[in-house]
């Protein structure tokens, strides 16, 4: 289960960051 959310997590936090770059760049 804690892997699970983990990978969920790390997903987010990977679109999160690209939202980032496409919007700053």
Do not use: G, N
Request: charged residues 10%.
């Amino acid at each position: 289960m804690l892997e699970v959310i983990a990978v969920c997590i790390i997903s987010l936090v990977k679109v999160f960051t690209w939202f980032l770059l496409i919007r700053f760049s």
